[in-house]
């Protein structure tokens, strides 16, 4: 739950029906962290469950990664789809010199142990209601070549 996060002022606790979330009341103020313990390395994707309320002005955050300021630095801007009630989305990095997510779902290589991320404030009334740290998993073994076909 966002709302479990160690909070900075003015990121502040919302409610709406029956998700609690977090949001900042101040553009480019406020922060929530989040810590987790990584039990195997390898390479993560973060979603969350998150209300943009419809408005172009109010569907980003700012994410670092273990205390690293994302304040001010639009390539690390996670922007949200405009929706009007708690959806679920990759976090998303948007890249140098375009509005739109270069990067989605943004991806993180992370070693063994505890690492934290964190929310920065950057458009007000922006809402997160939670997120989850899901490692990606990726084949190894290739897939068999259908009945009837030859590989050379």
């Known amino acids: 739950?966002?709302?479990s996060g160690a909070l900075t002022s003015p990121m502040q606790t919302?409610?709406?029906g029956s998700d609690t979330y977090i949001y900042t009341n101040t553009d480019y103020t406020g922060s929530a962290s989040f810590t987790f313990n990584i039990q195997?390395?390898?390479q993560y994707k973060m979603e969350a469950k998150i209300n943009?309320?419809?408005d172009a002005g109010q569907n980003s955050f700012y994410v670092g990664l273990d205390n690293e300021s994302a304040q001010g630095n639009n390539t690390f801007s996670y922007s949200l789809p405009l929706v009007n009630v708690?959806?679920?989305d990759d976090v998303n990095r948007v890249g140098n010199g375009t509005a739109l997510p270069d990067f989605d779902p943004m991806t993180w290589n992370l070693t063994q142990g505890q690492h934290s991320f964190t929310f920065y404030g950057r458009e007000t009334n922006t809402w997160l209601d939670q997120i989850?740290?899901?490692?990606v998993?990726?084949?190894t073994i290739p897939p068999a070549a259908p009945s009837g076909v030859t590989v050379n």
């Open 86 to 88: 708690f959806t679920w």
């Open 132 to 135: 989850i740290l899901k490692r």
């Open 40 to 42: 195997q390395a390898g």
């Open 52 to 54: 943009s309320n419809n």
């Open 1 to 3: 739950q966002a709302e």
């Open 14 to 16: 919302g409610a709406s």
């Open 137 to 139: 998993v990726t084949d």
